[in-house]
Each structure stands twice: as structure tokens, then as C-alpha cells.
């Protein structure tokens, strides 16, 4: 196959080269008017532009971003999601677990080193700022790329509302909860349509009249130009707040090369599933036909679909641009073929050249993922606790001793109803919150068990991709039904499980992990669905502690809650 | 006529007394669903009521309220509308001038002292949180209160938007601006209707059909329940973001009894103005027939009244409930019969008892208030400045001295353009931005002259009510057109001018005020149309900077900017 050639064994290298460059900006984060979908919106923009700037920066760099909040009453930060943070776990933007929030009017600087090439993305992480459009594509290359191609496309995926985020927070944390419904549109780049189809002459009589847009529509797509016969990298990355994705290129063969950051041993599809928080690199060879035109879709996966496909073009030099596609869209596969998409997942393993993952580990949490009512509040909980991110920032609280921050009772390890029926809804509904985090040593193996469960009512059990910062976990395997402890890991793939930050917990199944805590720092592990995490979908990971204390935090991190009046007395008599 | 009997000579006296007492309340502010006009909508919660809960102290009693923040990423603070704070300006809750907004999770403490009785009310002072519904009253009681009446009712007046305030924001601040429009509803205490009307039955065919509430209906009025032949007391506010109001008790004469927390020589009226920022006490005797029903009704005025009046009953307490009033509600006068407000404003005068004004004041600014254009974005200006807030509270940046926290040089205290013409749109419509003050020495008597003008295109100018923080003003009289220095001071009133803080700025005239600079703090002054205060229209008064160099503020005050880095930094090498 083409591809075989283009791919060499790799070798991870983190790099602090000589040549190391300095990328710097100041960001101005404000509301702004824009038509994403074709309807008028209000988007999250970062100097103007939704999405926001990309960052193209090589491994060893150093990126620095003055974030300045232009907003009028809100805090903001920003989460540089799949860069592991090595001795700046303040600079991970999570807003009450690593930093405080940047006031209004004030601006906070972000500065860290990228030390591992990779497809990346940032996002807002402060209430559901993500899904108001805080994010962009954080592209770190390898000053001796592997992959061989010709040339590179950035395809960022979102969801997209047309009601507020705080009318969506507000709705999400009610009582009865008032569920935000699916998404009205899906992005590529920031542009969807609602009101039209670009695809919509292949099927007259239907719902929607064929798009035409205006020079300059914010909704227009970016078209794909490409060359017959060469090969191109697509960089994929989801922020979706809610939705799982499917994307396929018509008359085209994906070859899967990366993901999270991380090589994969290539492998050849018709389409990808990707779900929030994910990132993919597929190299494509166009066909030979230099005046065609094919298109790229992205279909909603693991929910009803009621949205609608996302759709551009890739479209060959030569091909008129007033032409259309000769044939429909692909089409996306059926929503709920759950056992298509464990085969897609179970197709990445790792590149030749990635160390495996140490044999045993020395700690093992096993995490239910249920969903429950606190006071008749709908809440998403892990081991019957459902987050509730402090005032003051975990990282602060550690450094400085802060005991009476955060709830010092660990959440338990194990689910401790041994019975616990996830083909059911929970025999006991409620739940608790709290605010608890697991703490490890340095230098151990942790094994996570992410177990799933069915919600509260109805026979259902929701797709959660779960992310973790600071860190890259080995995948070690997938499961139906209940985990059997010292049965199951029997089934793990210790000789070539991938690397990944992201990883989906399938309905009524389990996805185990296991990591090395080699990070100093205090690490967000959540479920990256917008609206899970609002409602308490995360735990948190604190790492060597005792380094932790010892750290040098900038003041302007930690300028809130119990940290900010520490700081405020130190020194004082 | 019968209301002679009822008052005495006034006597201000500040009260401390020994059996002055604490209210304490712990408020929590979230947003929550509400039908404030029968329409659903969002609003913001004190404890989860709208309006916020009544206070209901006595002068000399202390009042503590902690303020729990539980929004998901906006800060809060809440001001005392017509509490003086003498000795506590950090309690005064206007964001950016005398504290850092409350972040989310996070309590603030408000202390402070109620010296002086009145009728006042509380609100949001942070972005428009006002407008979200962010108020409830303050009643101040005389230990010793001369007017006598038996019974009393509060009525707080407001508008309302189907709008949320976020979307508001970005309207008013987009280039080009987009106006918000008139509200959809006028609101007594926190209730209006919007698809319905009250008296649609006097209107067969009319737009709306007559209301049906059902029992708990948050946009069910609430019915004033009183004896025949009895005298109560009406304690009005308006904390309207726009519209000026007209009120009106069917039937019935209302005698004019205290502004703004000072009592006034009795007058009587059949209906008032008020403008937004401006409390009223009125004394109502009621008719003789104990089983009739009157309608309240407040209306629009100063702007095309497209919001339909806001209607409740006086209800004799024998008639049935099911009843109506027989006869329409009053007619509200003529939105634009500017003269007959200003015949109204200029009854205002002083009860006797009351210290006249110093006979002649140590400075003087004349303010010239329009309406401009700053690099395209619409402004409101003062002395062609458009207030920029900045994100370190005044009142802190003197307290440490930290100069670069807020433009230096003051504004000008004259419009420098001499022959500006204020009947014409301005001939260079661009201003400027800043954040410069005025300060004053304690001890010295100000003068302001406020100096309206025609907006940017038209023939148009608009109404402003200005109030002030920390300070009543006398009220020294009101003028058409271009206020003439060394002439117009000849026509003050300074025999029995009204002590108030809030005084209305009529079109194309000038309005005079008067105070005394006995008050060390930094004090707002501007105008109280919130998307005029938005758009930059106020200026600030710092009073007395050298006593403020050693005021204790709490450190919790000032936990935002260019202050809470150098309370970081106190004490440290």
C-alpha cells in the first residue's frame, strides 16, 4: 500500500533543541456576533476570530499567551489540551483546579514549553465556555517529522447551540434538570449550516434548500484544495461540547497515523469515529482525476442524530469552484452500531518504537460512572460522588496547606455497592457531592477501571469520552458489562495499547488505563462532554504532593479563594 | 386638608442610638427561572426570590449581609442605594470604584451603618446585572418617624427585557451599536404582564386578552389590601434600567412626602414621576366605600411608550376578590410633555427643619453630557470622556497609591469647547476614552452643573437621571438650553432646596446640584439608565485622598488587579 512507505518506525523523543523558538501573543477573549451555522450567534471569540488563532509551533518550543479578558463580568481561562504541562502544572488552565479564573479586565499569562510533537486544540475550561466557542488548534511539529506527505489540512470539530451557554448552565443545574437537547448545527472550522444543505439538490423535496452564500459568510465552508495524486495529512481534532463524530471523505481511503499526539501503527479506513476530546491525524492520497470534487462529512454517532451532517469539499486544483460534488455525501453509519465503533477503537494500537507500558501497576481505582439526583438535582457522579469544583484551585490549596479548601476525605477507589446492576437504573438514586481528590506518590503505576452504567431512567447507558491533563495513559483494553477485578486484566493489551490523553467508555462497558505519575502537579481527569462535566462528571489527580510544595507558582495564578488570602498575610506578623 | 395633621416639622438626625441593633442575612445570588411577566424568563435570585428579599431596619441599626456568590463564572456586588456608607465606602458595592466583584464560590461581607432614615432600595452594580433583576428594598425606619399613617405598602418599579443582559452587553458595546430597544414589561415588585392585560375588558378587540392567573403566578400582582377612610404610605422605588415612569392611584390624590430618603414640604399630586435611581413617599388617604377597587398604574414617560402600562389594585378589604375595578385605569400623560415633569420636579422643595444649602460652593464642574462616537463604537460622554472602569478599584489604587492603576490627569471641569451647540448634533462626534477622577479636598462645597445636549443624529435629547454615591445633593434648580456661568447661579434655589441623590437631567436643559465633600471615600456619580452607565456615562469623586491613604479596608475589598498584587506583596523583601 502507498502509505507503507511514507511511515517509518518511531521513536518518541521529547525535545529541548538548541533551536527552540519563542511563540508569543496576547489574546483578547470577548463576546462577538457571528453566523457559524448561517444563523447569528454570539461566539466566544479570541481577537476577533472564531475559531480562535491556530498555534503552530514546534516540539521544544516555548509558547507564551497573554490571555486578556475582555468580557464584561465573567472569568475566563484557557486549557492547552494534550500538552502535559512538565513543570507548569499552573499553566494547564483548569479554572478552580490549577488556576484561578482571569478577572475581567485583567490579563493572565500562560507560559509553558511544548514538548512533544503532536495534533493538539485549546479550549475554555471555566463553566461551559467551550461550547460558547473558546477554542482553536494547537499544531506542534516534529522538527524531524516521520510521516511523509505533501501537504496538511486543520479540520477542528464543534457543536453548536443556539441557546446561550448560560441559559444552558442555568438549564443543566435546574431542578427538575431541563436537558439542553442535541445540537442544532456541526462545525468544521467554525462554519455549519442550519437553514441549508450544500448537499440538498441531490434530494429534492427535502427539508432544507441548497446553501448559497455571499463572499466572506462566516458560514461558508473552507474548501479543501488539493492536488491529484498527492498525500496530505488531515489534523482532526473534536471540541464538541456533546457530540460523538463520525467523518468520512468520499471516493477516499483514511490512513490512521496519529492520535492524542501519539504515532499509531497505520491502518487504512473508510471513515473515523472521533469523539470530544480526541485528536487524529489521517494521511489521504487524492485520486488522480485533477477535476474532481468529493465531499467530507461529519455525522453525529452514539445519539439520535438530529442534527445534521457537517459537509465541505475537497476539492481538486483544477475542479471549477462553481461546480458541485457529482455524487451525496457519504452517509454516516447507523447512530447506534456501537460494535462499529469498538472495532475502530480497537484498531489503534501503537506505533513500532513506543516503550510498552510498565506489567503491573501499584494502584487501581475503579470508577462507576452513574448518573443520580442530589435533592432531586440531576447530577453525573463517580463512586456516588459527583464533583464540585472549590472556590479556591487544588494546585494553590496544596502548595500552600490549605486544608479546609477541599474536602480531604479521598472519594472511594472502588464502588462500594459490590452488587451495583449497571443494566439498570440505579436502585438507589442519590447521590452525593464533594469536592475529594485521589492523591498518589510520584514514580507509580495506576491502573484506571472507567466502568459504565445505565442513567437514571429507561434502558440506556451514554458514550463518555474521558480526558485526562497533564498526562498520556496507555489504553490497555475495552469490556462489556461489569469489570471482573483479577479476571479482566487478564484481557489487557500490555504489548502495543496506544497512548492517548482521551479515550471513550463504551455504554455498558468498561475502558481501562494505566499511567505513570511522573507529573508533579494536580490533574483534571473528567468526562469531556460539556454538560457531564457541568453536572460533576470528573475526579482529580494529585501528584507528588510533597513537590507540589515545594513549587513555584506564579501569585497571579492563585489570586482567588483561600489561596488569595494566604497570599495576602504571608509575611505578615 | 387632611394630611396637615399628619406632619410635623422635620429634624435630620443622624441616629446611632444605644438600642440600635444588627440585621444579619446571609444572601445567596444565582440565576433562576422566573415568569416575571408571564413570560418565562431568566432572572438573578437573591435566596431564590425575585425581587431580592425587603431589609427592614431602623437608622442607627448596623446592617451585615454575606453575600454568597453561586453563579457559575460572573462576579457579583451588590450597592446600597441611598446609604450614605460614611466610614464603610468599601461596602458601597459598585464594582471597579470601590471593590473587586465577588468571583463565584466566593462570600463578601457588606457592614455597614443605616445613619439616616428613608426609603431605599439595593442592586446589582457590575455589568447589568441590575438589569437582570439584581434589587429588592431597603426600608430605613425613623425610631421616631413624624409622619404618622396606618399602614404602609413598598412598591418596587421595574423594566424588563425578554433579552438576557449578556446579549444585551454585546448589543450596546458592538460597533455598529445595536440598541436594545424598550422593555417588554414594566414591573411592580418584580411583576408585570406581558401577553395579557389587566383591563383589557375596558378594550373589547384590543391587542390582549384579559389576564387569568392562577394561584402563585409570579406575574400575578399583588393586590393592596386597605381600609376605607385610612392614611397609608406608598414607599416607591424605581430601579428601572431605562424607562422613566409616571405612577397613578385611581381616585385618589397622593401627597408627596420624602425623596430619596429626605422628607420634603408636603405637596399633592394625582399622579408622579420617577425616574430610575429615585425613591417617593407618598401619603394616600383612602375613599370612603369600603367594598371599591382602584386601579395603581405606572406608565412610561420621556420615551414612545411601546411597554404597556403596569397595572395592580388598591382593593378595599370588602370587596370580593373576584371583582374588578369599574372604570379604566389612568391615563398616562403624555410621554413627551417634558413640561409637566419638570412642573413636578420643580415642587420638590425641603420640609422645614431641614440646614440650607452653604451659600456658596469652592468649585464648580459643568458636566456636558452626549452622546458620541469612540473609533465607530457609540459612547456616552462627560466633558467628551467616556468612563472606562478600571479593573482595580479606585478606592483601593488610592488607599496604596498605585498610580498606574487609572488615568492620572482629570477630566476636564468645563465642556472646552466653548461654543458647543448643545441643540444640534455634536459637530466632531468622536470622544474619548479614560478612567481619570475628580478629587476634592474634605470640608470644601462642590457644584455641578449638568449640561444636556442633542444625541448623535436627529432631533433628540434624551433623559438622564444622575445619582450619586455616597452623598445626598441639594438640588439648587433646573434650566432649558445652554447653562450661562456667572448668570444662571443667580436663579438657584437656595432657600429650601430638596436633599437628594439621584436628580433628573431634562432634554436640551441643565440641572444644578450642590454638595459638601464630607464623606472620605471614592463615590460614584452617573447616570442611572443602565445602558447609558454601559456605554460610559458617569464620572467619579474622590473625596478626602489623603484620609483615604489610611482607611482600614478589608483585604477581601480589593482581591482584584493592581491591589491584590500589592497585598500579595506587603511585607515581603
Chains 1, 2 share one sequence.
Not at 457559524?36 to 466566544?44: L, R, S, T
Not at 473558546?134 to 516521520?146: D, Q
Not at 471513515?271 to 476530546?277: A, K, Q
Request: hydrophobic share 35%; glycine share 8%; with cysteine.
Amino acid at each position: 500500500m502507498w502509505w507503507l512507505l511514507l511511515l517509518i518506525t518511531v521513536v518518541v523523543v521529547a525535545f529541548h533543541s538548541a533551536s527552540a523558538s519563542v511563540i508569543e501573543s496576547t489574546w483578547e477573549v470577548e463576546y462577538k456576533y457571528w453566523w457559524p451555522d448561517c444563523k447569528e450567534g454570539i461566539v466566544m471569540a479570541i481577537n476577533g476570530q472564531f475559531p480562535g488563532p491556530t498555534i503552530d509551533a514546534v516540539a521544544g518550543d516555548t509558547v507564551i499567551i497573554h490571555v486578556v479578558n475582555k468580557l464584561s463580568t465573567e472569568g475566563v481561562v484557557i486549557h492547552w489540551h494534550g500538552i502535559r504541562q512538565n513543570g507548569s502544572p499552573w499553566a494547564d488552565g483548569a479554572a478552580g483546579v490549577t488556576q484561578c479564573p482571569i478577572n475581567p479586565g485583567e490579563t493572565f499569562t500562560y507560559k509553558f514549553i511544548v514538548d512533544k510533537a503532536g495534533t493538539h486544540f485549546y479550549h475554555g475550561h471555566y463553566g461551559m465556555q467551550r461550547s460558547a466557542g473558546l477554542y482553536g488548534m494547537l499544531i506542534v511539529r516534529s522538527p524531524k517529522e516521520r510521516l511523509r506527505y505533501d501537504g496538511e489540512f486543520n479540520l477542528l470539530l464543534s457543536d453548536w447551540w443556539h441557546q446561550s451557554i448560560h441559559a444552558q448552565e442555568l438549564a443543566l443545574s435546574s431542578r427538575p434538570m431541563r436537558w439542553i437537547g442535541e445540537p442544532q448545527s456541526l462545525l468544521i472550522n467554525g462554519r455549519g449550516q442550519f437553514n441549508c444543505s450544500q448537499a440538498a439538490y441531490f434530494n429534492k423535496g427535502g427539508e432544507k434548500d441548497v446553501c448559497t452564500f455571499k463572499e466572506n459568510d462566516q458560514c461558508a465552508p473552507h474548501t479543501l484544495r488539493v492536488e491529484p495524486k498527492r498525500v496530505y495529512r488531515l489534523r482532526i481534532a473534536s471540541t464538541t461540547a456533546l457530540a460523538s463524530l463520525n467523518l468520512a471523505v468520499q471516493g477516499h481511503q483514511l490512513v490512521v497515523v496519529e492520535a492524542d499526539g501519539n504515532y499509531v501503527a497505520p491502518f487504512t479506513v473508510n471513515d473515523i469515529d472521533i469523539y470530544s476530546g480526541e485528536t487524529y491525524s489521517l494521511l489521504l492520497k487524492t485520486n488522480a482525476l485533477p477535476s474532481k470534487k468529493y465531499w467530507i462529512s461529519v455525522g453525529v454517532r452514539g445519539r439520535e442524530p438530529i442534527t445534521p451532517q457537517a459537509l465541505t469539499v475537497l476539492n481538486c486544483v483544477n475542479a471549477t469552484t462553481d461546480s458541485r460534488p457529482s455524487h451525496p455525501p457519504p452517509v454516516t453509519p447507523t447512530w447506534n452500531d456501537t460494535e462499529r465503533s469498538k472495532s475502530f477503537s480497537k484498531k489503534i494500537v501503537a506505533a513500532k518504537g513506543y516503550p510498552k507500558p510498565p506489567e503491573k501497576s501499584h494502584d487501581q481505582l475503579i470508577l462507576l460512572n452513574t448518573q443520580n439526583l442530589y435533592e432531586d438535582y440531576t447530577k453525573w457522579s463517580i463512586n456516588n460522588v459527583s464533583l464540585t469544583v472549590p472556590a479556591t484551585p487544588y494546585l494553590g490549596s496544596i502548595r500552600y496547606g490549605l486544608t479546609s479548601a477541599y474536602d480531604l476525605k479521598s472519594p472511594a477507589k472502588k464502588f462500594t455497592v459490590d452488587n451495583y446492576d449497571i443494566m439498570k437504573p440505579p436502585a438507589n438514586p442519590n447521590t452525593t457531592k464533594g469536592s475529594g481528590i485521589y492523591s498518589f506518590p510520584l514514580g507509580i503505576v495506576v491502573d484506571v477501571v472507567l466502568q459504565n452504567a445505565n442513567v437514571l431512567k429507561g434502558v440506556v447507558s451514554e458514550i463518555h469520552p474521558w480526558h485526562i491533563h497533564g498526562h498520556d495513559f496507555w489504553v490497555l483494553g475495552y469490556g462489556d458489562g461489569k469489570f471482573k477485578p483479577g479476571v479482566d486484566e487478564k484481557t489487557y493489551n500490555l504489548k502495543n495499547p496506544p497512548l492517548r490523553n482521551t479515550v471513550v467508555l463504551y455504554p455498558y462497558g468498561w475502558t481501562a488505563l494505566r499511567f505513570v505519575t511522573d507529573n508533579p502537579g494536580v490533574w483534571f481527569f473528567h468526562c469531556h462532554i460539556e454538560p457531564h462535566l457541568h453536572m460533576g462528571m470528573g475526579v482529580v489527580f494529585a501528584e507528588g504532593v510533597d513537590r507540589i510544595g515545594k513549587m513555584e507558582i506564579p501569585d497571579e495564578a492563585l489570586g482567588c479563594g483561600l489561596t488569595r488570602k494566604w497570599l495576602m498575610n504571608r509575611g505578615r506578623p
